[in-house]
């Protein structure tokens, strides 16, 4: 897997395409005579972020913390309980669903699962040609050339594309998916664990494919993922988040030499060395995450941090600025202690 540049990694622009304050999505559960008594799951519990024409920006967290419903709200997949999302300044949570379907033209997602994102009954041309066709965006001729030209560029075959999805491999399906995303030229591309079911020669072909198509085409990219090597390797910034919340947000790399959050501290030490010559103090956590259905009250990571301190257990951190592009949800200023 070969490492960008810093130069590369900093060419995103400063004006933000995406801007999202404050989402919020909570399940209502039901239960009892009548369905009478009720509990909410705290999925997404309050999220803030921002990201740049041209940038990547890493979502990572353990499985549950709410990643995937960020990525599904933001295209109003599910939609969000509270909070704003703007799309190049307008907020689609409050549109009409004439309008929002022009939005979706620009907002594109990839999947995890490349067989369950596909119908099993369409050929690999058609798949592609789905949104062309959904939206009318090109006569049948130019969609045909379309098509062609962008299984190409995904680095499949074009006597793929009469192909059904059980003859293509793990790999080769999400790149299909890959090509199916960016058939209408969006803006913003959201990827949820979009490597996560391939090998890792695979991992690494389909990642740099992405870096590559974003060098060329300059859309933008929420890549959700719990694998650290892999959000190191694509994110121009990085968002971690737990149970709902983003706790701590920073630039690539200094959030990988100076964790400000033990939760991202903790992570980070879980990652296995290769070189067993380097050993280091690692910060191990004890218990289990919490119910969403009722999170601890205060810092909702004090019941497994090490750092934790009275004021932790009574009043919510917010996010707020620690250093220069370097966000944190933590009342612990030192990780030394």
């Given at each position: 897997m070969s490492n960008s540049s810093d130069s590369t990694k900093n060419q995103a622009s400063k004006h933000p395409v995406l801007e999202v304050a404050d989402l919020k999505k909570h399940y209502v559960l039901r239960s009892g005579i009548g369905w009478s008594a009720r509990k909410k799951v705290y999925a997404v519990d309050g999220v803030s972020f921002s990201i740049r024409a041209g940038e990547t920006l890493g979502l990572v967290g353990e499985s549950g913390c709410g990643k995937s419903t960020v990525g599904m709200s933001l295209l109003m997949l599910i939609e969000p309980t509270g909070g704003t999302v703007k799309y190049n300044g307008v907020d689609i949570t409050r549109t009409s669903k004439q309008a929002?379907?022009?939005?979706?033209?620009?907002?594109?997602?990839?999947?995890?699962?490349?067989?369950?994102?596909?119908?099993?009954?369409?050929?690999?041309?058609?798949?592609?040609?789905?949104?062309?066709?959904?939206?009318?965006?090109?006569?049948?001729?130019?969609?045909?050339?379309?098509?062609?030209?962008?299984?190409?560029?995904?680095?499949?075959?074009?006597?793929?594309?009469?192909?059904?999805?059980?003859?293509?491999?793990?790999?080769?399906?999400?790149?299909?998916?890959?090509?199916?995303?960016?058939?209408?030229?969006?803006?913003?591309?959201?990827?949820?664990?979009?490597?996560?079911?391939?090998?890792?020669?695979?991992?690494?072909?389909?990642?740099?494919?992405?870096?590559?198509?974003?060098?060329?085409?300059?859309?933008?990219?929420?890549?959700?993922?719990?694998?650290?090597?892999?959000?190191?390797?694509?994110?121009?910034?990085?968002?971690?988040?737990?149970?709902?919340?983003?706790?701590?947000?920073?630039?690539?790399?200094?959030?990988?030499?100076?964790?400000?959050?033990?939760?991202?501290?903790?992570?980070?030490?879980?990652?296995?060395?290769?070189?067993?010559?380097?050993?280091?103090?690692?910060?191990?956590?004890?218990?289990?995450?919490?119910?969403?259905?009722?999170?601890?009250?205060?810092c909702r990571f004090h019941t497994r941090c090490p750092f934790a301190i009275e004021r932790c257990r009574i009043e919510e951190p917010v996010l707020e600025k620690a250093d220069t592009g370097h966000f944190k949800a933590c009342h612990i200023d030192d990780l030394q202690q």
């Open positions: 929002l379907r022009q939005y979706r033209r620009h907002m594109q997602m990839v999947f995890q699962d490349p067989y369950n994102s596909v119908n099993p009954r369409m050929t690999i041309g058609d798949i592609i040609a789905e949104p062309l066709t959904n939206f009318k965006a090109a006569s049948k001729r130019k969609r045909q050339a379309r098509v062609q030209r962008i299984i190409r560029r995904v680095g499949l075959k074009e006597e793929h594309i009469g192909k059904f999805p059980h003859q293509m491999s793990g790999g080769q399906l999400q790149r299909v998916g890959i090509a199916r995303a960016l058939a209408l030229k969006p803006g913003l591309v959201v990827c949820d664990e979009v490597v996560s079911a391939l090998d890792v020669s695979v991992q690494a072909q389909v990642l740099n494919l992405l870096m590559d198509l974003q060098d060329e085409y300059g859309f933008s990219y929420l890549f959700i993922t719990h694998d650290l090597s892999v959000v190191e390797h694509i994110s121009h910034r990085i968002a971690v988040m737990y149970l709902g919340k983003i706790v701590e947000l920073a630039d690539r790399r200094a959030l990988f030499e100076n964790p400000l959050h033990p939760y991202t501290r903790a992570l980070l030490d879980a990652a296995p060395v290769t070189d067993p010559r380097h050993r280091k103090k690692r910060l191990l956590l004890s218990g289990d995450v919490p119910n969403p259905v009722n999170p601890p009250k205060g």
